[in-house]
Nanobody, 129 residues
Framework: QVQLVESGGGLVQPGGSLRLSCAASGFTLEYAIGWFRQAPGKDREGVSCITHSDGSTYYADSVKGRFTISRDNAKNTVYLQMNSLKPEDTAVYYC???????????????????????WGQGTQVTVSS
């Protein structure tokens, strides 16, 4: 059974840092995995993704230079290190995976109703003073 479990959200002041974790289990095919976010009244946005096979990465322009995605293959876990957080980063962050695609292919899916092959439950990130 495919499963994604996120952790690490919370409340942080502007300029602060958080690290999100996404533990994956039950994956048997090549896949890309990444982080998406959705704030109230806004479209879902692909934040950062990584291709499992070669580690290639994709970042949305809004987070380049501030966020870093990484993986620990031994633990089947993907991390999103978020630094220099801004109030506009406030959103529910979801981990999602898609088989037979790349980091860019996954993160640039624009269709709002698209259902990924695997979804996590989401974790709230709030950036506020």
């Amino acid at each position: 059974q495919v499963q994604l479990v996120e952790s690490g959200g919370g409340l942080v002041q502007p300029g602060g840092s958080l690290r999100l974790s996404c533990a994956a289990s039950g994956f048997t095919l090549e896949y890309a995995i990444g982080w998406f976010r959705q704030a109230p009244g806004k479209d879902r946005e692909g934040v950062s993704c990584i291709t499992h096979s070669d580690g290639s990465t994709y970042y949305a322009d809004s987070v380049k230079g501030r966020f870093t995605i990484s993986r620990d293959n031994a633990k089947n876990t993907v991390y999103l290190q978020m630094n220099s957080l801004k109030p506009e980063d406030t959103a529910v962050y979801y981990c999602a995976a898609e088989w037979r695609t790349t980091a860019q292919g996954l993160c640039t899916i624009r269709e709002q109703s698209y259902e990924y092959d695997a979804w996590g439950q989401g974790t709230q990130v709030t950036v506020s003073s």
